[in-house]
Nanobody, 119 residues
Framework: VQLQASGGGLVRPGGSLRLSCAAS????????MGWYRQAPGKQRELVAT???????NYADSVKGRFTISRDNAKNTVFLQMNSLKPEDTAVYYC??????????????WGQGTQVTVSS
């Protein structure tokens, strides 16, 4: 099982980016999916999560600006980021709780994608 994230880049303050993360490999089903981020010198922190049924949870710092969504048929999770601020600069990681054919649930991480917000 692999998670492949994409969509990061350099954007000016106030701009927007859309991150995508696709899970591939031998997957029976995916439970929760989410995005986390880690800025230089800081610990990794939760950005947003979404259940298979579509219930969402956001960090206070991104509420009203970021939207998480998923496409269960494509095993993909998205993060629409609007009104970006310099403090959103970080490496963004996707996460998914996946059931492979072995029958043992696992916690999987993507490779990270850099988001830089700067003028």
């Amino acid at each position: 099982v692999q998670l492949q994230a994409s969509g990061g880049g350099l954007v000016r303050p106030g701009g927007s980016l859309r991150l995508s993360c696709a899970a591939s490999g031998s997957i029976v089903t995916i439970n929760g999916m989410g995005w986390y981020r880690q800025a230089p010198g800081k610990q990794r922190e939760l950005v947003a999560t979404i259940t298979r049924g579509g219930s969402t949870n956001y960090a206070d710092s991104v509420k009203g600006r970021f939207t998480i969504s998923r496409d269960n048929a494509k095993n993909t999770v998205f993060l629409q980021m609007n009104s970006l601020k310099p403090e959103d600069t970080a490496v963004y990681y996707c996460n998914a709780v996946i059931l492979p054919p072995s029958g043992k649930w696992g916690d999987y991480w993507g490779q990270g994608t850099q988001v830089t917000v700067s003028s």
